[in-house]
């Protein structure tokens, strides 16, 4: 009994020597510094152009913008049809390739402060 008792103590001193090795090998080399966990981090600081704004401002098109394409009119028309059209995909194509994309109108600052709501 006692050479177990011994043998497993040994196992977990070991365990614990290992243990140890490994929390040395990998702790972090950063001096202990209390005021740094006050300072600003680079995600937390913004731009000031997006603060004082609820969203980011927009990088490509509206939903708005979107419905009013023909293109995206042709392809809601031919998803509505169903299987049969849609089958008819060259055709669908060759109309699609013909229409022009609806010009993409940019908002100002200003424009863009007065359709927020609030403004």
């Known amino acids: 009994m006692q ?6 103590s040994a196992a977990a001193e070991r365990r614990r020597a290992a243990l140890q090795r490994l ?5 972090p080399a950063v001096d202990s510094d209390p005021d740094r ?5 680079a995600s ?3 731009d ?4 004082g704004t609820a969203f980011r401002s927009v990088h490509g098109y509206t939903a708005e913008q979107v419905v009013r394409d023909p293109r995206f009119r042709v392809l809601e028309a031919l998803a509505a049809a169903g299987p049969a059209a849609r089958g008819r995909t ?6 699609l390739a013909g229409l ?10 200003e424009q863009r402060e007065r359709s927020l709501p609030g403004g």
Do not use: F, K, Y
């Open 3 to 8: 050479a177990r008792e011994q043998a497993a």
């Open 23 to 27: 929390a040395a090998s990998v702790a």
């Open 37 to 41: 966990l006050l300072q600003p981090i």
């Open 44 to 46: 937390g600081t913004a």
């Open 48 to 51: 000031a152009e997006v603060q």
């Open 90 to 95: 060259a055709a669908a194509g060759d109309v």
């Open 100 to 109: 022009a994309a609806a010009p993409r109108h940019m908002m100002t600052s």
